[in-house]
């Protein structure tokens, strides 16, 4: 756990972590510890008493690109999805800071509580990145916790290209990162950093039980074999669980800091390929420029508005009659082939022959 933190620009010293099942339930530990904070300020322990004895309405502030997950953890949560605000984005599908603190301020006004901000450092759908400080500087401003979903693009601090885009990081709260995509570790894999782990503790323990009772170790050691360790069981949703831990150390072990971040240049590097092959083809439309490894593009037909039922029809014959596997998303409304490069076998010539797949499987349906 401190090496990831380190790897991705947390500091470990500060910023304490867990393992679960992979982002969903990161982001709902990291989310449960910010419910627990902010009524904790009001002097109301909602882990212990439920949401009832709050008395006010919370809120969870986060952009229109933040992943689903986000809002499943407030529904866990019993803060209900509705109780996310989804902030608008600019052109780059970042979240617009400037709406952020207007919408916070108006909650603040109806007496909502403002329990978290969430800030993307690499959405899922587009790979942008948040404006990280000012986010950042806006949640602690309205007295909420500045929580950074960085499970896919956390990583991409390896690269120095990346790290001016997640300037910032150094005020989250909590933070998440997602071994099992750039580190290509088993799936299943998710980290939940915060900076108090007390507060996973009180968010999340169990209560005592007797058949766990064990000796407690030293304060000073962290692992000892007449004790069981740090109660990790008591700071997160689960209790047996496998030992992620050892994938991520066997990971990081083997590829160094300089061969994580080789693999994230070289992704990005591809990513970047393919909207420059884009750009040059007359037929090919970039919908959103890569940030990270993310490049979402369509054919377009020249001086025609393309229709999303060309997009559908291209991409289901790509995938059944090619070996190309991207995903789909939408940008401003309109359907995108997304490829993400996170897998280390990926060369240039696998990216060429999808551009040049895509420029085939057009043509043919549009009779050119």
Known sequence: LRWLADLCGLDPDRMHGIYSSGGSVANLVALGAARQWAFEQLGVDVAADGMAAAGRPGAVYASAETHHTVLRAAAVLGLGRHA???????????????????????????????????????????????????????????????????????????????????????????????????????????????????????????????????????????????????????????????????????????????????????????????????????????????TLSITCFRYAVPGTSPADALTEAVYRRLVRTTTHRPSTTRVAGALAIRPCFTNPRTQVEHVAGLADAVVRIGDHLTGR
């Open 84 to 290: 996310v605000r989804e902030i608008p984005v600019d052109d780059r599908q970042r979240l617009d800071v400037g709406a952020l603190a207007d919408r916070l301020r108006a909650d603040r006004a109806a007496g909502v509580v403002p329990i978290a901000v969430v800030a993307n450092a690499g959405t899922t759908n587009t790979g942008a990145i948040d404006p990280i400080r000012a986010a950042g500087e806006v949640a602690h401003e309205h007295g909420a916790w500045f929580h950074v979903d960085g499970a896919y693009g956390l990583i991409g601090w390896a690269d120095e290209r990346v790290r001016p885009l997640l300037d910032g990081i150094d005020l989250a709260d909590s933070a998440i990162i997602d071994p099992h995509k750039w580190l290509a570790t088993p799936t299943g894999i998710g980290a939940t950093f915060v900076r108090d782990r007390s507060i996973l503790e009180r968010a999340f323990t169990q209560e005592p039980a007797a058949y766990l009772a064990a000796i407690d170790a030293p304060a000073e050691v962290e692992v000892s074999v007449e004790s069981m360790g740090i109660h990790y069981g008591d700071m997160g949703v689960e209790l047996s669980a496998p030992s992620r831990g050892a994938s991520v150390w066997a990971a990081l072990l083997a590829l160094g800091r300089e061969g994580v971040a080789a693999r994230v240049r070289e992704d990005r590097d591809l990513a970047a390929y393919l909207a420059q092959v884009a750009h040059d083809h007359p037929r090919l439309e970039v919908l959103a420029e890569p």
